[in-house]
């Protein structure tokens, strides 16, 4: 019996449980095209106002994952990813692979595009020159195996129906649902035959999942889900109610990452998360005897420069300048607008919009608002205040990296909007709120 699109789609319009052949029909149908984009698009809203139980999460992640390859690994260490839910600023996976390859781990990441106000890790891979974001797989298994880590997009092979998905999501306001943010991550992770995997899940003023308890609905969910589909996965909760970085935007948060590895700039807030993820990671994979321990391998990783190293040598393996590091500033594009932006008083930073600051982005052409549009990844905010700064006519909320004088114009205006300026600076909150395991 033929299941029709629009049927499964009324089952879930209307509340009720699909079954796992319906998903995976559902699914298949995403894959050959029979699916048509108004039909994905109408699915991806039902479940949104409907929800998943934990069976039909579990069916559509195994569906999407078995939509194409999937990968096994024969290498000598534990093969091991990070994800993470999104944030502004939020560039952690490019500084966390080669510190865990530096380790002795394997860290095949497959990564996404920009979705929202959130900038995507392979936007801002593809600010480097020559890199290839989408190489085949025999080259992403080589460069995993010769470096330790490669950081890709995914492939026609890998995860095809969700790499459909995961494009429409973007523009029908359909990208903070729970069951599809799990299905969507999980799927492309199950099909990089992992052995290992670390979340990590931000609530905030610029997270999807603003408050804290969403946060961890959706944490649990994924550890739940993974462990349940033979994936041991931990997650930690992360603050996001301020950029996690000073820098938002693609190859503005690439310059930032190697000022970040070579030691030229090493803000606190993003070397935690960094090393608190990349811990959690060598205590699963058996690195590690604990996460403490895991904190001391990583900071020696990082502090060395073994980690820097590995970095550039995954951007050469995969096509990018062999002095990509050391002279990242010839080749990055860049803005031919650079100005700073003052608040309209003396002050505090006493809150940020977060989200905001990641729209503002956005309309400078950093983002998208449809799945065929391009990007620019020269435009972008640097040198964005922390809530506790103080901000005065010598220290502007941040800087404007913009294509023309009207938007630079408007991307002010909007900084302005998302920053509070106050007298006084808020309590400090923790950047880990929490972990959480099967």
């Known amino acids: 019996m033929t299941l029709l699109p629009q049927e499964i789609i009324r089952v879930k319009r209307d509340g009720g449980a699909l079954q796992a052949d319906q998903i995976e029909a559902f699914v298949e149908g995403m894959t050959s095209g029979r699916v ?11 479940v949104f106002f409907r929800g998943m139980s934990l069976d039909e999460r579990v069916a559509l992640t195994r569906a999407m994952m078995r939509s194409g390859e999937v ?18 600023g939020d560039t952690v996976s490019l500084a966390l692979a080669p510190a865990v390859a530096a380790c002795g781990g394997y860290v095949p990441m497959i990564s996404g595009r920009g979705l929202g106000h959130t900038g995507g890790t392979l936007d801002k891979f593809d600010s480097i020159p020559g890199y290839a974001t989408q190489p085949d797989i025999a080259t992403f298994r080589r460069v995993t195996r010769e470096v330790g880590c490669a950081i890709i997009g995914q492939t026609a092979d890998l995860a095809p129906a969700d790499k459909r998905l995961y494009a429409i999501r973007d523009v029908t306001a359909t990208v903070e649902s729970i069951d599809l943010i799990t299905a969507s991550i999980l799927s492309k992770k ?14 905030g003023s610029g997270a999807f999942m603003s408050e804290e308890e969403g946060a961890r609905r959706l944490a649990q969910s994924l550890v739940a889900v993974a462990n349940g589909a033979g994936l041991p996965t931990t997650a930690l909760l992360t603050d996001m109610n301020e950029p996690l970085a000073s820098a938002a935007g693609n190859a503005v948060e690439v310059a930032y990452v190697c000022d970040y590895l070579t030691g030229r700039r090493r803000e606190p807030r ?8 990349a811990a959690e990671m060598l205590a699963l994979g058996g690195l590690a005897l604990d996460a403490a321990d895991g904190r001391r391998r990583i900071e020696a990783a990082v502090e060395s420069g073994r980690a820097c190293e590995t970095f550039s040598a995954m951007v050469t393996a995969l096509g990018g300048p062999s002095d990509f590091v050391s002279r990242h500033e010839a080749h990055l594009p860049r803005a031919p607008i650079v100005r700073p932006v003052h608040a309209d008083r003396d002050g505090v930073v006493a809150r940020i919009a977060t989200r ?4 503002a982005v956005v309309a400078l052409g950093g983002g998208r608002t449809r799945p065929q549009d391009g990007i620019d990844h020269a435009v972008g905010l640097t040198e964005l205040a922390p809530l506790g700064a103080r901000v005065d006519a010598g220290r502007p909320l941040g800087v404007v990296h913009a294509r023309d004088e009207a938007s630079a114009e408007a991307a002010a205006g909007a900084l302005r909007a998302a ?3 106050g007298e ?5 909150s923790l950047i880990v709120l929490e972990r959480i395991a099967a």
């Open 270 to 277: 993003f070397h935690e998360v960094t090393v608190a993820l």
């Open 356 to 359: 905001d600051v990641g729209l």
């Open 36 to 46: 048509s984009e108004g039909q994905a698009a109408s699915f991806a809203m039902a």
């Open 419 to 421: 920053y509070a300026v």
């Open 190 to 203: 199950l099909a990089a035959g992992l052995q290992g995997l670390v979340m990590d899940v931000k609530f």
């Open 424 to 428: 006084a600076a808020a309590e400090p």
């Open 71 to 88: 990968l096994a690994w024969d290498l000598p260490g534990p093969v091991l990813d990070k994800h993470s839910t999104g944030g502004v």
